[in-house]
Each structure stands twice: as structure tokens, then as C-alpha cells.
T-cell receptor, first 109, second 112 residues
């Protein structure tokens, strides 16, 4: 079966750095997406990785290792507005997105 | 600005009733998707379409149907609503399969 694993919840302090991990087992791989979802709102696109390595976009970076079936989202200089759920999704061999259940990130002052 | 809108935002209906959730996008995207989101689960794909008159079943399609008569709209119908279909429903669209999906604001559906 296909499976995406993320921690259910994480807590971090304002101004700090946090790493949210995602491991996956899917039938094929055609890219990995990270989305942010604030409570009661729609998911919004953060990053896309298809090749191994680090993609940096401002305070957010995403890393991919295809051989390990592993990705992480790194958030730097955390702000209170970063409190949200972070969703990992993998595009499989049929070009369908398989979604993780999301990681709820709580930022404390 | 282009956007994707869902209606209604909230709906309460009785079991056994039929209900249709609307999704309208002005991105001119070929690909459109319907998901449901429940606590403890990732987004689960219900139906999707890659163009006008094209529809396909997703992971959890039983009890749902869609039709695609134009590029902009993909309405989702629950033929005979069941309490297990209480959920938050998201519509999404994308330009191509390798592009990120853009999501509507969701419809919170309660079936009593």
C-alpha cells in the first residue's frame, strides 16, 4: 500500500528553527509537495521537490532524498503566523497526489 | 485575479437527501479535483477530471458523482447522503499534472 508518515504535532518557540519530517512509501515517485494549512482554511502551496537536495525559499527550505523515501521542511526564524498544519504529499506513478495526515505546528512565544 | 470558489461554505442536511457542492475556477485549468478531509486522515481523493467530459474515480468515490460540462466547473453530488460523508470537502485545480494544485476554501458538510 501507499503510505505517507509525518509527526502528528510539534511545538517550537518563536524565533527558533523547526524541522518537520516526512517519510513515504508509494508506487512510483514523481515529486513531493509541501503545503501549509491554517485552521479552517484551504491548503496553500509551499514547495516542490523532484530531485534530491535542498530547495530554499525565504525562511522555508525543503529537502528530498529519493533513495531514503524522505523529505523535511525546515522553517527558520519562526513567527506566530507559522502556527498551522503542514501537509506532505507525494505524486505517484499515476500522477495522483498521496497525502500525509499533516503535522500541526504550535508556536509558543 | 484568477480564483477557485466553492459553495456553499457550510451545509447541514438529513441522511438520504441528495446534495450538490459547487466548484468554479477562473484559472482556465484543465485538471480539477475533489477531496475530503477528515481528522487523522490526509486529504483523500474522491473524483478528478483532466478536461471537459472527462471524469475519473479516486480513492473514495463510492456514493459520490461528478460531471464536467465546461472547463470552469466540477460539481460534486452526493446521491443519498450518509452520516459517514460528514466532512470538509475541498476542490482543487491545476494547469498540468506537474504543477501544484490550487485549493478552494472548502465546504463543511454535516449530515444528520
Amino acid at each position: 500500500g501507499q503510505n505517507i508518515d509525518q509527526p502528528t504535532e510539534m511545538t517550537a518557540t518563536e524565533g527558533a528553527i523547526v524541522q518537520i519530517n516526512c517519510t513515504y512509501q508509494t508506487s512510483g515517485f514523481n515529486g513531493l509537495f509541501w503545503y501549509q494549512q491554517h485552521a479552517g482554511e484551504a491548503p496553500t502551496f509551499l514547495s516542490y521537490n523532484v530531485l534530491d537536495g535542498l530547495e530554499e525559499k525565504g525562511r522555508f527550505s525543503s529537502f528530498l532524498s529519493r533513495s531514503k523515501g524522505y523529505s523535511y521542511l525546515l522553517l527558520k526564524e519562526l513567527q506566530m503566523k507559522d502556527s498551522a498544519s503542514y501537509l506532505c504529499a507525494v505524486r505517484d506513478s499515476n500522477y495522483q497526489l498521496i497525502w500525509g495526515a499533516g503535522t500541526k505546528l504550535i508556536i509558543k512565544p | 485575479d484568477a480564483e477557485i470558489t466553492q459553495s456553499p461554505r457550510h451545509k447541514i442536511i438529513e441522511t438520504g437527501r441528495q446534495v450538490t457542492l459547487a466548484c468554479h475556477q477562473t484559472w482556465n485549468h484543465n485538471n480539477m479535483f475533489w477531496y475530503r478531509q477528515d481528522l487523522g486522515h490526509g486529504l483523500r481523493l474522491i473524483h478528478y477530471s483532466y478536461g471537459v467530459h472527462d471524469t475519473n474515480k479516486g480513492e473514495v468515490s463510492d456514493g459520490y458523482s461528478v460531471s464536467r460540462s465546461n472547463t470552469e466547473d466540477l460539481p460534486l453530488t452526493l446521491e443519498s447522503a450518509a452520516s459517514s460523508q460528514t466532512s470538509v470537502y475541498f476542490c482543487a485545480s491545476s494547469d498540468r499534472s506537474n504543477q501544484p494544485q490550487h485549493f478552494g476554501d472548502g465546504t463543511r458538510l454535516s449530515i444528520l
